[in-house]
C-alpha cells in the first residue's frame, strides 16, 4: 500500500485531465456547434464513457491518498483510512466483480492466439455492401456504390469481431468466412483485430473507478489511434477531414494496412496484460485497508 501526499496526487490529478483534455475539448466544442465528425465521434457514442469521466483521475487500489481527499467519498468504493482517503476493493459490487472475471477470461483468450493480419479493414466495407442507405451519409464513397460493392466481392472477408460484424449489410454477412457471435466471443476474439485493440479502452473504463486513471488514458490513446487507420482504410473519403486513404483495394493499400495492423497489435500487447493484472486484483481482492 502506497500512501501519497496531497501535492503528489493532485499533480497527477491535473496530468491526466490535461492529456485527456486534448481529446474532450474539442468534442464538446463540436456538439456545442451541431458539427459531428465521423472519425472522432465514435469515441465518445459508440463508447458510451463520458467526456467527464474520461477527465476524472482515479489512483486504482493500493493507494493511500493522503491530505483532503473527501472529493473521492462520494465515489463508490472509496473510503477513509487512519492515513487518508483509498479506494477499496472489497467494496465493489458484485456485478464489477463478474464483468472483472469476464475480462480476465477474455483478454487472456485474446492474448493466447497469434494475431490475423488478413481482413484488410473490409468490415467496413461490408457494413455498406448493398446498402442504398450507408452509415454515415454525410460521407461519400471513394469509389462509388458498385465500385464498392466490387471491392467487398472481390477480397476475401474474414472479420472475426461480432460488434463489426453485427453491423454488416444482410447481403454481406454471408459472405464472411465465419459467423462471430456474442457467446463465442472469448473463443474468436484474436489481438490482430482492430476493434478487439480499440476495446481495450472500454473494458479499462468498464471497471472504472477501480481502473488507475493513467491505464484508461492509455488505452483510449490507442483506440484514437486505431479508429483513425480504421475509417482511412473504409470505402468513405475523408479528404475533407484532412485524412489520407488507405486503399485496401490495391496491393499497397493492403500491404500499408497489414503495417498498421501489426503495429497496433504490439502496442496492444502491455495493455492487455496490465489490463489483466489489474482485472484480476478485482476478482480476488485483497482484504481491507484498516
Known amino acids: 500500500m502506497q500512501v501519497w501526499d496531497e501535492p503528489t496526487w493532485r499533480a497527477r490529478q491535473y496530468a491526466h485531465r490535461e492529456r485527456v483534455n486534448r481529446w474532450t475539448q474539442p468534442h464538446r466544442e463540436r456538439r456545442r456547434e451541431g458539427r459531428?465528425?465521423?472519425v472522432l465521434d465514435f469515441l465518445f457514442t459508440y463508447y458510451s464513457f463520458r467526456p467527464s469521466r474520461l477527465e476524472?483521475?482515479?489512483p486504482g487500489p493500493g493507494v493511500v491518498l493522503g491530505g483532503d481527499a473527501d472529493e473521492f467519498l462520494g465515489t463508490p468504493g472509496y473510503r477513509r483510512v487512519s492515513d487518508g482517503v483509498v479506494f477499496d476493493p472489497v467494496l465493489l459490487p458484485d456485478n464489477r466483480r463478474t464483468t472483472a472475471?469476464?475480462?480476465v477470461s477474455l483478454l487472456r483468450a485474446t492474448a493466447s492466439r497469434p494475431a490475423r493480419l488478413s481482413c484488410f479493414g473490409l468490415h467496413e466495407w461490408a457494413m455498406v455492401y448493398r446498402d442504398d442507405s450507408p452509415r454515415h451519409e454525410q460521407l461519400p464513397l471513394r469509389l462509388g456504390s458498385a465500385g464498392t460493392d466490387t471491392v467487398?466481392?472481390?477480397l476475401p472477408v474474414?472479420?472475426?469481431h461480432h460488434d463489426a460484424f453485427r453491423?454488416?449489410?444482410?447481403p454481406a454477412r454471408p459472405l464472411n468466412a465465419t459467423f462471430p457471435t456474442r457467446e463465442g466471443q472469448v473463443d474468436s476474439e484474436q489481438p490482430g483485430c482492430l476493434h478487439a485493440t480499440m476495446d481495450l479502452y472500454k473494458w479499462s473504463y468498464k471497471l472504472a473507478p477501480a481502473t488507475p486513471a493513467e491505464l484508461v488514458a492509455d488505452c483510449f490513446?490507442?483506440?484514437a489511434r486505431v479508429r483513425e487507420m480504421d475509417m482511412r482504410a473504409s470505402p468513405y473519403d475523408l479528404s475533407e477531414l484532412g485524412y489520407s486513404a488507405v486503399r485496401i483495394e490495391t496491393a499497397a493499400g493492403r500491404a500499408e494496412y497489414v503495417?498498421?495492423?501489426?503495429?497496433?497489435?504490439e502496442a496492444a500487447v502491455p495493455l492487455r496484460a496490465r489490463l489483466i493484472e489489474f482485472a484480476e486484483r478485482l476478482t480476488e481482492p485483497s482484504p481491507a485497508v484498516q
Open 259 to 265: 503495417r498498421a495492423q501489426s503495429e497496433f497489435a
Open 221 to 223: 490513446e490507442l483506440a
Open 36 to 38: 459531428p465528425h465521423p
Open 158 to 160: 474474414r472479420c472475426t
Open 56 to 58: 476524472r483521475w482515479h
Open 152 to 154: 467487398v466481392e472481390s
Open 167 to 170: 453491423f454488416f449489410t444482410a
Open 101 to 103: 472475471r469476464f475480462v
